[in-house]
């Protein structure tokens, strides 16, 4: 929901007392520990909770439950990551919030989806980096050093079930401005993995050959992967015909063009070893930096394999406003990487930094539910609701 939060939204987001979101606790790192050990903050929730504000209420009592119906009741939009039919309980699934709000746009994100033989069961972006066959392609071959199925080094399938969630939310907004219809929209970990696989799910669909792992190599392009260089590795994308020509060309290699092994594409992927070793033996004749110069005049695809500090620096990076910083309420400042989104006329903007636990809690009911300060304390006092520092 951070997306939505730098487009905009009023993002309220309801933690338990106490204990509040799980990510809060993935560390280290920390921010704030130094100061107050208690208070401090994971670099996990740090990235992911910018633009929102914390309230803290218990749901699993009636006082709780009832805060919540009332809060959806003057919200456009309610999304839920619980197992299947676990808000039932409670009284905060989509039918009893659609009671309060008709037209309310309720999103529920699962591990498998809200109906099925496994929908019931629990999960995390691992196992569905491994269930949805992602695991099968990444990696070196088996037949390698160091062969063997590996998940991506970023939660893949939980970002882009967010992004996914965002497109969904984006869409169901706008049908209730055309019909002023809500609706309950199904989402899960699962579907996405498979989505996410699309290019390789319709290769083995067309052909029944079950994908495997290449490495760095694609099955569907060549050249398009890691080469050597004197000093290190270069990635380079030759992904149509002319590109080809223009690579062999600047290496100095310009017969490699013609050769009937590597004239097309499928060519070259069915001699996919030796149009490596031949592009190899030129390339290990200069750093990667003279490569890349050369390559980028040529209009060939290619850059360095970069660390995260390397990122981050790069001039590029530096250009664009890659890092931002905003000032947390532990009095510390918290980086943060800017939305890829650059609008001309509605810009991103970085209102506040990712919230403590409880932060908003007084200001939100207070807000949105006229709630006065008596009984925002008795609510407290009875454990209903939390604040920052209670």
Request: charged content about 20%; aromatic content about 6%.
């Amino acid at each position: 929901m951070q997306n939505l939060g730098d487009l905009g939204a009023d993002i309220i987001k309801i933690e338990r007392p106490v204990q509040g979101d799980d990510t809060r606790h993935w560390g280290p790192p920390w921010l704030g520990e130094a100061a107050d050990p208690s208070a401090r903050e994971s670099s996990s929730f740090l990235s992911m909770n910018r633009n929102k504000r914390s309230v803290a209420i218990d749901l699993a009592v009636p006082d709780g439950q009832r805060l919540i119906r009332l809060l959806a009741e003057r919200c456009d939009v309610v999304v839920e990551n619980y197992k299947v039919g676990a808000l039932a309980r409670y009284g905060l699934d989509y039918p009893a919030i659609r009671a309060v709000r008709a037209n309310v746009i309720y999103l529920s994100l699962t591990a498998y989806g809200q109906d099925g033989p496994y929908a019931d069961r629990p999960g995390y972006d691992y196992i569905f980096q491994g269930l949805g066959g992602l695991m099968s392609i990444t990696g070196e071959r088996d037949d390698r050093p160091g062969g063997g199925p590996q998940r991506c080094g970023v939660p893949l399938v939980d970002l882009f079930t967010g992004m996914y969630a965002t497109v969904a939310i984006l869409a169901a907004l706008n049908h209730r401005l055309a019909t002023g219809q809500g609706q309950h929209i199904d989402l899960s970990l699962f579907d996405t993995a498979l989505a996410l696989s699309g290019t390789h799910l319709s290769n083995y669909m067309l052909s029944g050959k079950v994908p495997g792992r290449l490495g760095n190599a694609s099955p569907n392009i060549a050249p398009y992967g890691v080469f050597p260089t004197s000093d290190g590795e270069l990635i380079i994308a030759g992904a149509n015909q002319s590109q080809w020509v223009s690579l062999c060309v600047a290496i100095g290699a310009p017969a490699l063009a013609d050769d009937p092994r590597f004239a097309t594409n499928a060519a070259r992927l069915a001699h996919y070893e030796q149009m490596h070793a031949a592009l190899s033996e030129r390339l290990r004749t200069r750093t990667g930096a003279e490569w890349e110069a050369i390559l980028t005049v040529a209009g060939v695809p290619a850059g360095p394999i970069n660390n995260y500090a390397q990122a981050l620096s790069h001039p590029q990076a530096v250009h664009r406003g890659t890092r931002i910083d905003l000032q947390h309420s532990l009095g510390e400042s918290v980086p943060g990487v800017a939305s890829p989104m650059r609008f001309s006329e509605t810009p991103v903007e970085y209102r506040r930094a990712p919230p403590q636990l409880g932060e908003h809690t007084f200001e939100v009911l207070r807000e949105q539910l006229a709630l006065d300060n008596e009984t925002l304390s008795r609510l407290a006092g009875s454990g209903v609701i939390a604040v920052h520092g209670s």
